[in-house]
């Protein structure tokens, strides 16, 4: 049984660029969030997806959008990429909003802004 | 708003020794309680919760008691092995499920044999 997936594993861009972040949940689950890990510190939430809708929001700026499928997998925008965007991105699987509690987490991709 | 406060690392301990992770936080309402492990190479996993005062979380050896009074949520274990070695984030949430979780900034637990 796969867990949380996510590719790439490593990315490295520079200011202004835009990448997307893909992440495919653990069998079963349907709704994904999204975490920035900047280093030395905890996870961010970004936002959670679920039925293909955003249902939450961190306190993250409009240059950070998503997407969810209907195979329940998941993507993250960054647009105009900064300097201070350099972190790990997490995402998070569960098997419902409600049971939000137990999250499964993938382990990450490594994103450089130069 | 929420925000979580772990003691910093890294801890070292020796293999068999008491541990005590401190965690306190604050909350706009009634939140949950959760104690995530990260192992080397690994995603963030689950270690244990409690979603009311006085419940007590556990897991693998593993204790914390939610404490409302001091608003505390300490992580403890009897006698640490070599395989603790990890990162520990104390964590919490308020509201309804699709809220995210608040971390602390994690704490690396070194456990030599």
């Known amino acids: 049984d796969a867990g949380v997936t996510q590719s790439p594993t490593h990315l490295i861009k520079t200011r202004g660029q835009q990448v997307t972040l893909r992440c495919s949940p653990k069998s079963g689950h349907d709704t994904v969030s999204w975490y920035q890990q900047a280093l030395g510190q905890g996870p961010q939430f970004i936002f959670q997806?679920?039925?293909?809708?955003?249902?939450q929001r961190g306190n993250f700026p409009d240059r950070f959008s998503g997407h969810q499928f209907p195979n329940y997998s998941s993507e993250l925008n960054v647009n105009a990429l900064l300097l201070g965007d350099s972190a790990l991105y997490l995402c998070?699987?569960?098997?419902?909003?409600?049971?939000?509690?137990?999250?499964?987490f993938g382990s990450g991709t490594q994103l450089s802004v130069l | 708003g929420n925000s979580v406060t772990q003691m910093e690392g890294p801890v070292t301990l020796s293999e068999e020794a008491f541990l005590t992770i401190n965690c306190t936080y604050t909350?706009?309402?009634?939140?949950?309680l959760f104690w995530y492990v990260q192992y080397p190479g690994e995603g963030l996993q689950l270690l244990l919760k409690?979603?009311?005062?006085?419940d007590k979380g556990s897991n693998k050896g593993f204790e914390a008691t939610y404490r409302k009074e001091t608003t505390s949520f300490h992580l403890e274990k009897g006698s640490v092995q070599v395989s603790d070695s990890a990162v520990y984030f104390c964590?919490?949430?308020?509201?309804?499920?699709?809220?995210?979780?608040?971390f602390g900034k994690g704490t690396h637990l070194i456990i030599q044999p």
């Open positions: 998070a699987s569960s098997d419902a909003p409600a049971t939000n509690e137990k999250l499964f």
């Open positions: 964590a919490l949430r308020t509201g309804g499920g699709a809220d995210g979780l608040t």
């Open positions: 409690a979603t009311k005062a006085d």
């Open positions: 909350a706009t309402g009634y939140p949950s």
């Open positions: 997806y679920y039925e293909e809708e955003e249902r």
